[in-house]
T-cell receptor, first 110, second 115 residues
Framework: QKEVEQNSGPLSVPEGAIASLNCTYSDRGSQSFFWYRQYSGKSPELIMFIYSNGDKEDGRFTAQLNKASQYVSLLIRDSQPSDSATYLCAVNTQNTPLVFGKGTRLSVIA | DTAVSQTPKYLVTQMGNDKSIKCEQNLGHDTMYWYKQDSKKFLKIMFSYNNKELIINETVPNRFSPKSPDKAHLNLHINSLELGDSAVYFC??????????????FGPGTRLLVL
């Protein structure tokens, strides 16, 4: 059973700080890693994906992947109250569908 | 233009009824999905279709039957609704299944409440 683990939170950070969201996965063959954001009462929306070891930056967001440790993280710099949401990690291989984690609830306090 | 649309947005019904949810995507994607998100917010895949062919059928009661008349549409029919079916049902689509091209785009969700 492929598993994707996330701390459910809530993770509380002050406005302007860096929020660090973490995700571990069990399938060593996993190849693609996605971060989704879901506001309360809304649908998940893609923030970014990564498939190579290292960092990938997009604006205030940085995804970090370490395949040896089976670990992927999302950093949000200069956190804003509007970043308060649940962040879902999702993982797949070339031939299997996405498996979602249960999500981490982030609260950015003004 | 809405990329992935679902109807209805809200559905309130009595136990034992049969209901359908419709989904359409105008992104030209090959793969479509149905997810169930329960009160604990866990997003669980139910079905996936690729070019109208069923490719994933997770452990879901056979009261749930998906139908894909073409690759832009994936509908979900639910027979004999039960209280435990109350949840938000999301439709999603992706260019293809598997790999980095399985970037999924979600519809707005259908909030089902069974009384």
């Amino acid at each position: 059973q492929k598993e994707v683990e996330q701390n459910s939170g809530p993770l509380s950070v002050p406005e302007g700080a860096i929020a660090s969201l973490n995700c571990t996965y069990s399938d060593r063959g996993s190849q693609s890693f996605f971060w989704y954001r879901q506001y309360s009462g809304k649908s998940p929306e893609l923030i970014m994906f990564i498939y190579s070891n290292g960092d990938k930056e997009d604006g205030r967001f940085t995804a970090q992947l370490n395949k040896a440790s089976q670990y992927v993280s999302l950093l949000i710099r200069d956190s804003q109250p509007s970043d308060s949401a649940t962040y879902l990690c999702a993982v797949n291989t070339q031939n299997t569908p996405l498996v979602f984690g249960k999500g981490t609830r982030l609260s950015v306090i003004a | 233009d809405t990329a992935v649309s679902q109807t209805p947005k809200y559905l309130v019904t009595q136990m034992g009824n049969d209901k359908s949810i419709k989904c359409e995507q105008n992104l030209g994607h090959d793969t479509m999905y149905w997810y169930k998100q329960d009160s604990k917010k866990f997003l669980k895949i139910m079905f996936s279709y690729n070019n109208k062919e069923l490719i994933i059928n997770e452990t879901v009661p056979n009261r749930f039957s998906p139908k894909s008349p073409d690759k832009a549409h994936l509908n979900l029919h639910i027979n004999s609704l039960e209280l435990g079916d109350s949840a938000v049902y999301f439709c999603a689509s992706s260019p293809r299944a598997g790999g980095p091209l399985e970037t999924q785009y979600f519809g707005p969700g259908t909030r089902l409440l069974v009384l």
